[in-house]
């Protein structure tokens, strides 16, 4: 039987910290488990940060199906908030990835820890549903209160208005100034004047 391929993932938060002791006991773990591993080490980075190098190797590497565990230390180290969490371990059981933390003793190899992930699982359902329910009262209470919803008309200019973006703009004002004065995008003001030129 083929040995599974572990992702072990280690973070610190600053420079004076180091990662040796949870690489230590992870490698240890893994190794008793016959599993072959990568490791996967984002230094001094604050778990705040939405990017950290590492983790987003790992996640790519995961989504490529390159992993077939994802090991941390603690979910603190991988995930900087629930919401993180939640969306990690909700995209490992999407693909069939499981999850090992050590420190909360949670593993999805195992009986106890797949129900810990189905449990993590209804509880991002859960958080998503709560999500929808309050947009939809959001938009619903925006239409009460008049106002209009969706993205605004593009801005539509008359032959006279075109003219004169092509004389601007051929006399050098800059596209930043012209939409500005003509109360529109950026974008909007460069394809009128690429299209009619």
Not at 176 to 190: E, G, N
Request: charge should be positive; charged fraction near 30%.
């Amino acid at each position: 039987m083929k040995a599974k391929r572990a992702a072990v993932y280690v973070r610190c938060s600053t420079k004076l910290q180091e990662t040796e002791m949870q690489e230590v006991e992870l490698v240890e773990y893994v190794s008793r488990r016959g599993w072959e591993y990568k490791i996967y080490r984002d230094d001094a980075q604050c778990g705040a940060k939405e990017s950290r190098p590492a983790l987003d190797s790992l996640l790519s590497d995961l989504r490529k199906r390159k992993v077939d565990v994802l090991v941390c230390w603690a979910f603190d180290r991988l995930a900087r908030s629930l919401k993180q969490l939640l969306s990690i371990a909700e995209e490992c059981r999407s693909v069939g990835v499981d999850l090992v933390s050590l420190k909360q003793n949670v593993d999805t190899t195992l009986p106890a820890g797949r129900l810990t992930f189905q449990v993590l699982g209804a509880v991002a359902e859960f958080e998503r549903e709560m999500l929808r329910i309050r947009v939809k009262a959001g938009l619903e209470m925006a239409r009460r209160n008049g106002k209009r919803l969706g993205r605004p008309a593009l801005r539509r200019f008359d032959s006279d208005e075109v003219r004169e973006i092509q004389r601007l703009r051929k006399a050098g004002t800059s596209v930043r100034s012209l939409a500005v004065q003509y109360q529109t995008t950026q974008y909007l003001i460069s394809k009128v004047s690429n299209a009619h030129a």
